[in-house]
């Protein structure tokens, strides 16, 4: 499948998804070599970021969608449709989202009909959004993790498909919880991505 993979930040994610073994999953590989069953055909960002860089550096085409605002003004539907043509243009027929800091609305859905996956530092339903590791931090809670899940036009509440705990440890502020989360995510995206594509998943 040729996979599109959105991202905002700082694009560590989207290192795994390029540096992952995927024959992992079947136990031939040691989760560190090159991507075996992904192809990685496109990375898009909705701003200058170090994805961005990541992408360019890796030799995988690179596309910037720039929000033209960040206001209470940004035409969401506009930029939706935006993003599902860029894709569809590139013949993605799957895509991971990797921490892409716009909320696309029903617009992408509709126009973008293949699968999306996303990650979400968190044990979903728990703390949905975009600040999940300080609202678990604030809660109290015990234990978090991550999720890796069906996008929907429903922000972080698409049928799971893989799921991990993290424990939250004394003294923990939000950047080393999140490092934590993100260390699992980084084996568990590109994993789930790969038993997806390969139909074993729902
Ligand atoms: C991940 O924790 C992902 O679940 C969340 O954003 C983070 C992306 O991390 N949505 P990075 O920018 O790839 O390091």
């Not at 090159?34 to 898009?44: E, G, I, K, N, S």
């Not at 968190?122 to 809660?139: I, Q, T």
């Not at 799921?163 to 919880?177: F, N, R, Y």
Request: proline share 5%.
């Amino acid at each position: 499948m040729r996979l599109g993979v959105l991202a905002s930040g700082t694009g560590t994610i989207l290192e795994a998804l390029l540096a992952a073994d995927l024959d992992a999953g079947r136990g031939a590989g040691s989760g560190a070599g090159p991507a075996a069953d992904l192809d990685v055909a496109l990375v898009l960002v909705d701003r200058p970021c170090r994805a961005l860089d990541v992408a360019e550096a890796a030799g995988v085409t690179a596309v910037l969608v720039p929000r033209a605002s960040f206001g209470a003004d940004f035409d969401r539907v506009a930029y939706s449709k935006d993003v599902a043509t860029v894709l569809l243009d590139h013949d993605v027929d799957l895509v991971a989202i990797a921490g892409f800091g716009t909320v696309l609305d029903a617009t992408f859905f509709d126009h973008f009909r293949s699968p999306v996956l996303n990650t979400h530092p968190s044990l979903l339903p728990a703390f949905k959004g975009w600040h999940a590791v300080d609202e678990a931090l604030a809660a109290g809670v015990k234990l978090t993790g991550c999720t890796v899940h069906i996008a929907t036009a429903d922000v972080d509440a698409g049928p799971i498909l893989a799921q991990e705990a993290v424990p939250v440890l004394s003294g923990d502020d939000a950047a080393a919880l999140h490092e934590r989360i993100k260390t699992v995510e980084r084996r568990l995206y590109p994993e789930t991505i790969a038993r997806f594509a390969r139909g074993e998943l729902p």
